[in-house]
């Protein structure tokens, strides 16, 4: 394992409804991948939502749009997480899109944070 881009930043009040595009480099001879995302869901209701949405070179590779503040997306040649699409893993630039559907402040008033990290699984053919 590999870990090929990591990226952290505030949720701010102006991104509700906007999204965020976070690009990486994904090396040739990569088998399978892991996106781990994380984000501050603010209070219990209402509460912020935010999901990710994965391109390769060539298009859509899926989307995440359930209500789970901490989660690993699989996606590679034989297999991928439910709303991912499994298939060939080209090198070169991959998106990660967050989607900011709803921002919620705590009871701070913070928005909170947002995390990725996207760890790389070579392969042994």
């Known amino acids: 394992m590999t870990e090929i881009f990591r990226y952290s930043d505030a949720i701010r009040p102006e991104d ?3 999204y965020r595009a976070h690009r990486f480099t994904l090396p040739r001879g990569v088998r399978d991948l892991d996106v781990s995302f994380d984000y501050d869901p603010g209070p219990e209701s209402p509460h912020s939502l935010l999901t990710i949405s994965l391109f390769d070179p060539l ?3 899926g989307a995440g749009h359930r209500f789970d503040p901490s989660q690993i997306i ?3 040649l ?4 439910p709303g991912f699409l499994p ?4 090198p070169g630039d991959w998106t990660v899109e967050v989607d900011f559907h709803a ?3 705590n009871a701070a008033g913070s928005f909170g944070r947002y995390s990725l ?3 790389a699984y070579e392969g042994h053919d």
Do not use: E, H, S
Not at 78 to 81: E, K
Not at 87 to 90: I, K, L, S, W
């Open 74 to 76: 699989r996606v590679g």
């Open 78 to 81: 034989d297999d991928a997480t």
């Open 59 to 61: 298009g859509f590779r």
């Open 16 to 18: 509700v409804k906007t």
């Open 87 to 90: 298939g060939p893993m080209p």
């Open 117 to 119: 990290r996207v760890d």
């Open 103 to 105: 921002v919620v402040p």
